[in-house]
Structures are given as C-alpha cells and as structure tokens.
C-alpha cells in the first residue's frame, strides 16, 4: 500500500488521469449526441449515469484481467490471406466500422431527416431507449479496451490505474452535461464532432488492419486537427454574434 503513496505513484495517478480524460473526449462527444436524442431530463441523467458507472465497471475490469490481456491481447487469432490478426485488431476494426455507420447515420438524421419531416417529434419509447443505452455501452467497451491498453505501459501498479480511471470517468460525467448542452445549443459544433468522429472512427478502422498495411495514425494529428476546426468556429461564433443570424436547425431522427 506504501508504493501508491510514492512521487513515482502519484506522478503516474496524474499523467494516467489526464490521459483518460483526452482519450475519452471522442467518447464524451459520441455519449453527449447520442444522449441529445433524448427528450427527457431524467432519461438523460440516467443515461449518463449508466454510462458512467459501465465506463467503470468495463475499465475494472480490463485491468483486472490485465495479466491476461498482456499475455493474449497481441496473440495471434487467426491468420487471412498471410495475415495475422489479434485481438486488438479485432476490436480495433468492428469498433471503428461501428462507430463510422452511426456516425454517418447520425449525419444524415441531422441533415436529410426521416419522413415526416414538419411532424412534431414523438416521445422516445422505451426500446429506443434502451437500444440507445445499448450503444453507448457498446461504444464505450470500444474506447475502454483501447485507453486500457495505452496504460498499461505507463503505471506499474494495478491500484494506480483503478484510481486514475475512476476519477477521469467522475470528471467525464462532471462535464458531460455542459458539453451536451454546448453541442446542442450550436449546430455547426455538433457537425464538427461528428466530423472528429468520423476521423476517430476511420483511425480505429485502419488500427484494426495493422497487420496489413504495419502502420499506425496518431492521435494526435486528430486531436489537433479537431482543437484548430473548434477554435476557428469559436471565432466565427463570436464575429457574427452581435448579427443574431437563426441559426440552422439540425433535425431531430425520430424514435
């Protein structure tokens, strides 16, 4: 118990936090516009809430089975035309074509609509609802195997990392409604990030066909890429405030 109280531990605690924070910033974008579908502010407090805890829950869990990933996460699965896959990749790839069909759809709900466009939107019903709980679990299982496998070789303590990812998905869930809100409120923003998701998708996408093409897209170009588009939407957001244009309303899909 001493080790966890060392600068080294505690050095560790706050890199690895803020590491998951960055990490799941795709995640609290894809949670915020899924839960935005929603009408109700109880489903949408629940909603959260259930992301959160299975975010913990999920993450736990991978670094209690940390022994085994580290073993099994790059072993071979199966060979393709030469090719070997692990199961890295294989998450890697369903969860990046996962997120690029939503993402997509999401898209066009926004743009093109369903019919029965000028319709009042209905009530979400309870299997929407669920099948919305759904996909934000599914999703973040994606996103939790791979901010788990980045930290395994930056904390040397199990306890250390079980820490960093409780208080990095609180402060998600902190902020998570802000942001929702923030997102909603400006439509060019919510394309935006949809935009980053599809980039966040396409990179999980080729992640999964490293043993293809053995090359790997950082991050960190996205992430700039995407810090840049919100800086200069902020700027145009603030030169045409004082026009009080309407602005363009997205539509809303229906349940």
């Known amino acids: 118990m ?137 999703i973040d299982m994606v996103f939790s195997f791979d901010s788990i496998i980045t930290a395994i070789g930056l904390a040397n303590h199990i306890e250390v990392m079980m820490i960093a990812v409780i208080i990095a998905m609180i402060i998600m869930f902190l902020f998570s409604q802000n942001i929702s809100n923030f997102i909603e409120k400006h439509p060019t923003l919510k394309m935006l990030a949809l935009s980053f998701l599809l980039m966040v998708g396409f990179s999980l996408f080729f992640e999964g066909l490293e043993p293809i093409h053995k090359s790997h897209i950082d991050k960190t170009y996205i992430y700039v890429a995407m810090a840049f588009s919100f800086g200069v939407e902020l700027l145009n957001m603030r030169m045409f405030k004082k026009k009080k244009n309407a602005a363009v309303k997205l539509r809303g899909p229906k349940a």
Request: charged share 20%; hydrophobic share 50%.
């Open 2 to 138: 001493d080790q966890l109280f060392t600068v080294d531990a505690l050095i560790s605690l706050l890199t690895l936090t803020t590491l998951e924070i960055v990490l799941g910033i795709d995640n609290v974008i894809f949670v915020s516009i899924l839960i935005g579908r929603l009408n109700d502010a109880k489903q949408k407090l629940n909603a959260r809430r259930v992301w959160m805890f299975a975010g913990i829950a999920v993450r736990i869990g991978l670094l209690m089975a940390l022994g085994w990933l580290v073993k099994n996460g790059n072993k071979e699965l199966f060979p393709l035309f030469g090719y070997s896959f692990n199961l890295r990749n294989c998450i890697m790839f369903a969860g990046g074509l996962f997120l690029l069909f939503k993402t997509v759809k999401e898209i066009h709900h926004k743009l093109e609509g369903d019919e029965g466009i000028g319709e009042p939107e209905k009530k979400p019903t309870a299997s929407a609802y669920s099948a919305i709980l759904a996909q934000i679990i599914v």
